[in-house]
């Protein structure tokens, strides 16, 4: 299957080991706004996010991750280019360990040495990042960041657009709101509304995060 990666940068480098990680997946190409044109380097596709519709038309079995860390670019990104959810691959590590009964949403990136235990639903668009833990029956709806090496308890529910920093901690049965950020380390012991930032051990909203999300 052919891959087009959204996003040239950093994030992209880690995608793009995961989709080669993938015997059955290729990547034809990445589309940034970084590329003034389209061009191609070493048979790969560079080119601005505005050739994304003649590409589809020359590449007809195409599919699309985004490669960008920030929750609210990804949102804005798909918005922008009127993308359709079948349009987007999941793309997961092999030295992932994923429940059979888990369900992943399209678009999201699952990295390596990453657990996601049974009946846990992570929606479209996610990054579970490296070494991070999702327990069992877990909700993450859309366009959520797990960081590195963060351990979500069991049935604990995030809402869409939060960031959960690297190495935090939420125990079971917790709920956090739509839009939130948690900061590295912070241990969340207790339920967290939407559009704020909390950080500690037990984590504290300090920020109202709403005008950051618009």
């Keep these: 299957m052919k891959v087009l990666i959204i996003g040239h940068g950093g994030h ?3 995608v793009t080991d995961i989709v080669r ?9 990445y589309l940034d706004n970084k590329y003034e044109k389209v061009q191609v380097m070493n048979h790969i596709i560079c ?8 590409l589809k038309e020359e590449y007809r079995d195409i599919k699309f991750v985004i490669a960008i860390g920030d929750n609210k670019i990804r949102k804005m990104i798909i918005e922008m280019l009127k993308l359709t959810d079948r ?21 999201t990136v699952v990295m390596p040495n990453t657990i996601i235990n049974a009946g846990t639903m992570i ?24 960081c590195p090496n963060s351990t979500i308890a069991g049935t ?24 939130t950020t948690i900061g590295a380390g912070s241990a969340v012991i207790d339920h967290l509304p939407a559009n704020c930032i909390a950080v500690g051990t037990p984590a504290k909203s300090i920020v109202n995060n709403q005008m950051r999300t618009g």
């Design 47 to 54: 080119a601005p996010l505005s050739a994304i519709q003649d």
């Design 87 to 107: 349009e987007f691959i999941s793309v997961i590590h092999p030295t992932s360990c994923v429940s059979p009964s888990a369900e992943i949403g399209n678009g």
């Design 12 to 14: 992209s480098k880690v």
């Design 156 to 179: 604990v529910t995030i809402g869409e657009g939060c960031m959960v920093g690297c190495g935090a901690t939420i125990i079971p049965n917790k709920n956090v709101g739509e839009w």
């Design 123 to 146: 929606g479209n668009h996610c990054i579970i990042n490296s070494g991070s833990v999702v327990e069992h029956d877990c909700i993450l709806e859309d366009f959520v960041h797990i």
């Design 21 to 29: 990680a993938n015997n059955n997946l290729h990547i034809i190409g």
